[in-house]
């Protein structure tokens, strides 16, 4: 695998930190945001783009300036959208004219989303385990910005996912247009852990990038 290059990203009056990994002749490149509980080094989002750049995609994982200054409560979208907009831009920096997507765990997939919708370029949209609604909340749906986006998106969801009842999200993806794909993950929770199957956050993380790595190629 590549030697991963640490890097700092200027975000407003912040600095964040991230980590890029690119393999010869790298297909694409992912840039990769971490979900509200945890930051850029969590095993889960080691292991996806460990096996990303296995499979020939270059990778950029960074975290929210919340998480870089040990704060627990997410940022606000505004400050969200800009990292995401730094990230992307560092990414386009390192690449050699590759498609740059975009994909996020939970809020940092939704935050990527929000982002494009805001105009950020990107050639598509990866979430891992979208946050359509908090657990138990199905009537508070977090999907009104995704129906403006034409760009190809994967939906990578567990089917026991409390933060996306399987129908509704069925239904948004049937509502945004052909443009979206669900692959499900069978028995997998918001981390894609599932019962009854012992593997470590590491593991689990590689295990969904194969599912990502062939939806890339399939694009281009």
Same mark, same amino acid.
């Given at each position: 695998?590549?030697?991963?290059?640490?890097?700092?990203?200027?975000?407003?009056?912040?600095?964040?930190?991230?980590?890029?990994? &690119? *393999?010869?002749? @790298?297909?694409? =490149?992912?840039?990769? $945001?971490?979900? #509200?509980? /945890?930051?850029?080094?969590?095993?889960?989002?080691?292991?996806?783009?460990?096996?990303?750049?296995?499979?020939?995609?270059?990778?950029?994982?960074?975290?929210?300036?919340?998480?870089?200054?040990?704060?627990?409560?997410?940022? &606000? *979208?505004?400050? @969200?959208?800009? =990292?995401?907009?730094? $990230?992307?831009? #560092?990414? /386009?920096?390192?690449?050699?004219?590759?498609?740059?997507?975009?994909?996020?765990?939970?809020?940092?997939?939704?935050?990527?989303s929000m982002a494009?919708?805001?105009?950020?370029?990107?050639?598509?949209?990866?979430?891992?385990?979208? *946050?359509?609604?908090?657990?138990?909340?199905?009537?508070?749906?977090?999907?009104e910005h995704l129906y403006?986006?034409?760009?190809?998106?994967?939906?990578?969801?567990?089917?026991?996912?409390?933060?996306?009842?399987?129908?509704?999200?069925?239904?948004?993806?049937?509502?945004?247009?052909?443009?979206?794909?669900?692959?499900?993950?069978?028995?997998?929770?918001?981390?894609?852990?599932?019962?009854?199957?012992?593997?470590?956050?590491?593991?689990?993380?590689?295990?969904?990038?194969?599912?990502?790595?062939?939806?890339?190629?399939?694009?281009?």
């Open positions: 695998m590549p030697d991963e290059q640490p890097l700092q990203l200027a975000v407003r009056d912040a600095t964040v930190s991230a980590a890029y990994a &690119r *393999p010869d002749n @790298a297909s694409a =490149t992912l840039v990769v $945001a971490h979900g #509200a509980g /945890a930051g850029m080094e969590h095993p889960f989002l080691r292991g996806f783009t460990d096996a990303m750049n296995d499979d020939g995609v270059a990778t950029l994982r960074f975290n929210f300036p919340y998480r870089e200054a040990g704060r627990k409560f997410p940022d &606000r *979208p505004p400050a @969200a959208i800009s =990292t995401w907009r730094a $990230a992307m831009a #560092a990414a /386009a920096e390192r690449s050699a004219g590759e498609p740059l997507w975009a994909c996020g765990k939970s809020f940092g997939g939704r935050m990527a494009v919708a805001e105009g950020m370029p990107a050639a598509g949209l990866v979430y891992l385990g979208y *946050p359509l609604h908090p657990p138990g909340r199905p009537e508070k749906l977090r999907d403006g986006l034409t760009l190809p998106m994967l939906f990578l969801q567990g089917t026991k996912d409390t933060f996306a009842t399987p129908e509704l999200l069925e239904a948004v993806v049937a509502k945004i247009g052909p443009t979206a794909t669900i692959q499900w993950v069978e028995g997998g929770g918001h981390s894609f852990d599932v019962a009854g199957r012992k593997r470590d956050s590491y593991d689990i993380g590689a295990s969904v990038a194969a599912p990502v790595a062939a939806f890339l190629r399939a694009q281009h």
